[in-house]
């Protein structure tokens, strides 16, 4: 089936800094999503991508398709407290891109900010 | 807007004990899931309504089954729960159309003695 590897497992950054992880699959995504999880909540969609090579931001968070289509990467410049949080990333379990199909989940970096 | 609402919020059970997780969503989306989320592991679905009047399985579907009951409401029921099945489990839906996004509850946490 599909599997979505994401890394680092967790991070433990200080205020300020700027932050990076990916997610890579074996196969082929026509649709990479990412979602931040706050501790009691569901997830909650941060950026969604559709095209291979995309790049989108949504303020300090940007996110990019890889050429490959097989990964993804998700950015985080000035972390400040309220980013605290696991980030997932996700994919459509049919490479029909946003069919209602249901979505699989990478296992999630846990975001860890000293002040 | 209340979004998707999940009921209860907590709930321990017994192992052999039935019991019946509510979800409804007042967004009017057609399409409806259920997931489980187990520590350090991200969320498997369960069980899925892509419109009013039909399910299918998921990745992990046994010892579940589900009713969608009318557009806004979709349940997941344990017939005989076991200790296995002790995780926290969302619903989450999404509107009809390519590319949309799911919108999540705030989960049910459940454990099984």
């Known amino acids: 089936g599909q599997q979505l590897n994401q890394s680092p497992q967790s991070m433990f950054i200080q205020e300020g800094e700027d932050v990076s992880m990916n997610c890579t699959s074996s196969s082929i995504f026509n649709t990479w999503l990412w979602y931040k999880q706050d501790p009691g909540e569901g997830p909650v969609l941060l950026i969604a991508l559709y095209k291979a090579g995309e790049l989108t931001s949504n303020g300090r968070l940007t996110a990019q398709f890889g050429i490959t289509r097989k990964d993804s990467f998700l950015n985080i410049s000035a972390s400040i407290p309220s980013d605290v949080g696991i980030y997932f990333c996700a994919g459509p379990m049919t490479h029909s891109g946003g069919g209602a199909d249901g979505l699989t989940f990478g296992k999630g970096t846990h975001l860890i900010i000293q002040p | 807007n209340a979004g998707v609402t999940q009921t209860p919020k907590f709930q321990v059970l017994k192992t052999g004990q039935s019991m019946t997780l509510q979800c409804a969503q007042d967004m009017n989306h057609n399409s409806m899931y259920w997931y489980r989320q187990d520590p350090g592991m991200g969320l498997r679905l369960i069980y899925y309504?892509?419109?009013?009047?039909?399910?299918d399985k998921g990745e992990v579907p046994n010892g579940y089954n589900v009713s969608r009951l009318n557009k806004r409401e979709f349940s997941l029921r344990l017939e005989s729960a076991a200790p296995s099945q002790t995780s926290v489990y969302f619903c989450a839906s999404q509107a009809l159309g390519g590319n949309q996004p799911q919108h999540f509850g705030d989960g049910t946490r459940l454990s099984i003695l």
């Open positions: 309504s892509a419109s009013e009047g039909t399910t």
